[in-house]
């Protein structure tokens, strides 16, 4: 069965860094758009960043653009995301999610996105 595993997530200071990653098996990675969600207390879940196919596009939210990076290696099946200069605002469970469309306007939208992993938490502290 699909499985997507992210690991890396924890409790950091304003202005450190994380770097998590995502494992997948049991989907043909390379068939997949990948891209990395954030839901906090209270609030909805939102899209973070996405990555082609290939790595040769990636797009970014507004708020986390120039601090995060995401990139993925299709020899291993897995997807990182860096987190740089974090912010408390940054704090929430952060998701890999699977989506099989090429069509980038589906790319920011959760529903679009077939497979999930279980989430890791990011928690920055003023």
């Known amino acids: 069965q699909v499985q997507l595993v992210e690991s890396g997530g924890g409790l950091v200071q304003a202005g450190g860094s994380l770097r998590l990653s995502c494992q997948t098996s049991?989907?043909?990675?390379?068939?997949?758009?990948m891209g990395w969600f954030r839901q906090a207390p209270g609030k909805e879940r939102e899209f973070v960043a996405v990555?082609?196919?290939?790595?040769?596009?990636?797009y970014y939210e507004g708020s986390v653009k120039g601090r995060f990076t995401i990139t993925r290696d299709n020899a291993k099946n897995t997807v990182a995301l860096l987190l740089n200069s974090l912010k408390p605002e940054d704090t929430a469970v952060y998701y890999c999610?699977?989506?099989?469309?090429?069509?980038?306007?589906?790319?920011?939208?959760?529903?679009?996105?077939?497979?999930w992993g279980q989430g890791t938490q990011v928690t920055v502290s003023s």
């Open positions: 999610a699977a989506n099989p469309s090429l069509d980038g306007s589906t790319w920011v939208s959760s529903w679009q996105y077939d497979y």
């Open positions: 049991g989907l043909t990675f390379t068939n997949y758009t």
């Open positions: 990555v082609s196919r290939t790595g040769a596009i990636t």
